[in-house]
């Protein structure tokens, strides 16, 4: 171990490392001289014990670790670690925790929890240390699907348990710090197992005695060589000889795995594991020995050849070639990190076999893991090594050309690691949640659509989540899972994962958050228990900081969500992280345009109707107006207005108000004629009772219908408008007419068995969606039938259930757009399904629809989804600008909608307009 550990230190010294945090990238520009993994020996921390001022607990420690280590992307030799973090960020957040300035106390900690294996170094050489340029992660990769498992084995890792004896108090319950027990090792009495700093400095002398004793270019040929050489040919040659000298220690190694490790469990040494195992776990490991040892022995072969080895840019650049095979490696590395994690929980013969390997010389005390992650990280290690041998090699040299191409093949092999293996990374998170989630409600689990390839997982973390408005009520602990399209909320409870609410779209959220602290006070346990979900949460200590950041996502139209975090950073991690998936969304197709807004809240516009020479008319619960000139002038005073619909060719106007329907003239109602009552009051109602109203063509015949619908039957009456007022010389003949409002015929009517919600009018028949389905009547004859072909199994499912119509449109396909409460989809004329591809399932309860090509608008009560008919994947876009959102007109014919909504205090009335871009 220690001789390997100086091998990296050498090594580190000439790599350098980058981090990578959300979307900056931290570089430091020197690495520490030396770095080790000494710490306290047990009577040190004694000593020590007063800086201490935390529980002993290590299960304790180590959920509050989880809390405040910020898990990020770091970069080491090229090679992506996701959900990471430095050796320096561990060791200062347990100083955090125990409060203690002495970073070896935390250090000794940190390294008692590795040692349980709560984390590893991500190339599981090193113990924890203190360094900014050593990587750690938590042994959680095949944690999810290892939960699943728990019935068929009992060897699964949780977090830490036990007592840190070094730091915990005397447990006699009569010592004080006055009169201290008479235990020898009581920490009250100062007894100290010391350590000289002789000892130390002999440790740290040994060790440097030996880094001094490795193999070197100028230790290995005489001196009359060197002395000719250049300072910089010197360490040219330096590079060139550590560059042959590691890559014979790695093909060393890897043929070890291969003799070791994978023969005998070909070969049946182990019960339980077959040759698919080994395919799964060690790859193409062979095929990648096979490449390396070539390529070493054509490295050694021309430093044979002369002391002072000219060139090898050659060599580089012919082998590089064959590299390819990383890739396949690479893509399959983070499952086969899971499934020996999972054999190895499985397992004990495994588990014991893989332990013998690791006790002999070759393999020198590391674990399997460490050799699994060697290709990679040699892979990561080329494009240092060269890039070193190129600054020190002059600039006419063959090797500039020749290396500066075998690297950029190198790094593109790098890339394409780095971008397989993060697919793969991905595909299994996501495979894990789902597992962890299936048996959840299905409408949430369908929404999220976990097993979408497209599907990409973000980021995952342990929060307190605030279940009330006020600071001094409960909070329970969840674990917020951030991914390309939703945020879910999950909490554990008797062993099983469950989501909290309802997944959260992120085009259907809001996020806020403060930079101050807030306080979190503590309650009683009594009051805790009867409202903890989380059955597993540690107990407060005292010592612990009852203070937070907080972040609040706000899912539109549902619930507000309050988390706290006691580290700063992890609070901007997750807001950075959140806004950087919102910047994601796709470009706005459709803008909002506010054309009107008024005071007048105790009056809100009940409806909107558009004439064809443009002028909007507008009613109120008082009345009509006229929309002109930025004001609302008045043309009608009758209260209760709820519709509006019109004939033009005939020059009325249908009010619905107050359940009853009146005609007026249009013409003279814009000339304001009615706004004198004695023109009103003798105007007869056409019907009374009614529900809703529509006008329309149909059957070559202009018709007015007024439905009267109630729970269980809507009777549907009929009425034509007289021929003879499409004259205007008639109208003005006949002018009377439109003071009595004897201005319609009635010529039929027909019932439903059913509540009506809306008509639509086709060539020879009405369209009724009622609550449980369409019926299409006929004019001529009155007969009803279903619009659904009865025959189509997919349409008799959908009857029975627990959809209502709502709304059907004519696409420009010559098929129907059939909306229904929860789903939408597309018949023809016979009533069969068309587009079988498309279905589309609404993310919310919708009010109303409208639909103009080729997007569908569905209406809530807080916001607006707009839909591409060709596409029912996901919404293109989200409109929530205000409150209270309520559609007042869509006019096929003029291709308009308009609406109203509630905005800082007034009503505003806008229109959707598609924007050029789209």
């Not at 113990?127 to 009992?154: C, G, N, V």
């Not at 329970?476 to 008797?494: A, G, M, P, Q």
């Not at 009517?749 to 369409?774: D, N, W």
């Not at 696409?811 to 929860?822: A, E, S, V």
Request: include cysteine.
């Amino acid at each position: 171990m220690g001789d390997n550990q100086s091998e990296v230190s050498k090594i580190d010294t000439i790599s350098k490392s980058s981090t990578t945090a959300s979307s900056s990238i931290t570089d430091y520009s020197k690495e520490e001289e030396f770095e080790d993994d000494y710490v306290y020996h047990s009577g040190d921390i004694k000593q020590k014990f007063p800086l201490v001022n935390h529980s002993a607990n290590m299960s304790e420690i180590a959920a509050n670790f989880r809390k405040r280590i910020k898990l990020v992307k770091h970069i080491k030799d090229s090679i992506e670690y996701m959900q990471s973090f430095s050796g320096y960020d561990a060791v200062t957040a347990l100083a955090d925790i125990l409060g203690t300035d002495d970073r070896k106390v935390a250090q000794t900690t940190g390294q008692a929890l590795e040692e349980q294996g709560m984390f590893h170094d991500v190339v599981y050489l090193h113990k924890l240390l203190d360094s900014h340029y050593h990587y750690y992660q938590f042994e959680d990769l095949a944690k999810p699907i290892a939960i699943l498992e728990r019935k068929e084995t009992e060897r699964l890792k949780s977090d830490p348990c036990g007592v840190l004896v070094e730091i915990a108090q005397c447990y006699s319950p009569t010592c004080t710090d006055e009169s201290p027990c008479y235990a020898y090792s009581c920490p009250r009495r100062g007894i100290k197992e010391k350590v000289t700093s002789k000892e130390t400095a002999g440790r740290f002398s040994n060790l440097s005695i030996t880094i001094g004793l490795q193999t070197a270019w100028s230790t290995s040929i005489g001196k009359s060589y060197v002395g000719k050489l250049t300072h910089q040919q010197i360490k040219r040659q330096e590079i060139i000889f550590e560059f042959i000298r590691t890559e014979k220690e790695y093909v060393n190694d890897l043929q070890s795995v291969i003799k070791y490790m994978i023969n005998p469990l070909r070969n049946g040494k182990v019960i339980g594991v077959d040759n698919r195992f080994v395919e799964l776990v060690f790859g193409n490991i062979e095929e990648i020995a096979q490449v390396n040892t070539e390529f070493y022995e054509n490295l050694r072969k021309i430093q044979k050849r002369k002391p002072v080895l000219e060139s090898l840019g050659d060599v580089v650049k012919e082998c590089v070639g064959t590299f390819i095979c990383y890739t396949k490696y690479g893509e399959k590395q983070p499952s086969a990190k899971q499934i020996l994690q999972i054999q190895k929980n499985k397992n004990i013969y495994l588990n014991n076999f893989f332990k013998e390997c690791q006790k002999m010389p070759q393999f020198r005390r590391l674990p399997v893991e460490s050799f699994l992650a060697r290709p990679t990280t040699r892979l990561g290690r080329y494009p240092i090594l060269i890039r070193d041998i190129l600054k020190n090699t002059s600039k006419n040299h063959r090797d500039q050309i020749l290396l500066k191409e075998a690297n950029t093949k190198i790094e593109d092999i790098l890339k394409e690691v780095n971008h397989l293996a993060g697919k793969e990374t991905n595909r299994l998170k996501m495979e894990q949640w789902y597992e962890l989630l299936r048996f959840e409600k299905k409408n949430d689990i369908s929404s999220v659509n976990f097993e979408d390839p497209k599907r990409e997982y973000i980021r995952e973390g342990k929060l307190s989540l605030i279940v009330s408005n006020y600071v001094n009520e409960p909070i329970i602990e969840v674990t917020l899972l951030l991914l390309d399209n939703f945020i879910i909320i999950t909490y554990e409870k008797n062993n099983n994962c469950h989501i909290y609410g309802k997944p959260i779209p992120i085009s259907l959220m809001t996020l806020t958050h403060s930079d101050k602290q807030i306080s979190l006070k503590p309650h009683s346990e009594s009051h805790m228990a009867s409202k903890r979900l989380v059955l597993n949460t540690h107990k407060n200590n005292s010592n612990v900081n009852t203070m937070g950041y907080s972040f609040t996502i706000s899912h539109i139209s549902t619930s507000s969500y309050t988390f706290i975090t006691p580290i700063l950073s992890e609070q901007k991690a997750w807001v950075e992280a959140i806004q950087k998936q919102q910047e994601t969304l796709p470009a706005p197709i459709i803008r909002e345009n506010i054309f009107f807004s008024h005071i007048e809240l105790d009056c809100p516009v009940s409806t909107i109707h558009l004439l064809k020479n443009k002028t909007c008319l507008v009613s109120n619960e008082i009345g009509l107006y006229g929309l002109y000139n930025h004001a609302m002038n008045p043309l009608l005073r009758i209260s209760k207005i709820t519709q509006i619909e019109t004939m033009e060719q005939f020059d009325l106007l249908f009010v619905l108000a107050n359940r009853e329907v009146y005609a007026f003239s249009i013409s003279l109602t814009l000339r304001g004629v009615y706004i004198n009552e004695k023109y009103v009051k003798h105007n007869k109602k056409i019907s009374s009772n009614v529900s809703f109203i529509a006008t329309g063509f149909c059957d070559e015949k202009f018709i007015l219908c007024c439905a009267k619908a109630s729970t269980n039957k809507t009777v549907v009456k009929m009425f034509e408008p007289k021929g003879f007022l499409a004259n205007v010389e008639n109208r003005k003949k006949f002018q009377k007419l439109y003071f009595t409002g004897d201005v319609v015929t009635s010529f039929k009517q027909f019932y439903i068995p059913s509540e009506g919600v809306s008509i639509r009018f086709l060539r020879r028949s009405i369209c009724v969606a009622c609550s449980k389905s369409f019926e299409v009547v006929s004019i001529k004859n009155l007969t009803t039938q279903s619009l659904l072909n009865p025959g189509d199994v997919v349409f008799k499912n959908l009857l029975k259930s627990e959809y209502s119509p709502m709304k059907m449109f004519k696409t420009q396909q010559n098929d129907f757009l059939l909306c229904y409460n929860k789903i939408g989809f597309f018949i023809d004329k016979n009533g069969n399904r068309t587009r079988s591809k498309v279905f589309f399932k609404w993310n919310a309860i919708p009010k109303s629809f409208a639909y103009r090509h080729p997007y569908i608008y569905v209406f809530t009560k807080d916001y607006i989804s707009i839909w591409d008919e060709f596409d029912s994947s996901n919404y293109k876009q989200v409109i929530f600008t205000g409150t209270t959102i309520k559609l007042l007109l869509h006019d096929e014919a003029c291709n308009v909608i308009m609406y109203s909504k509630m905005m800082t205090g007034k009503e505003c009335l806008c229109t959707l307009e598609l924007l050029e871009t789209s």
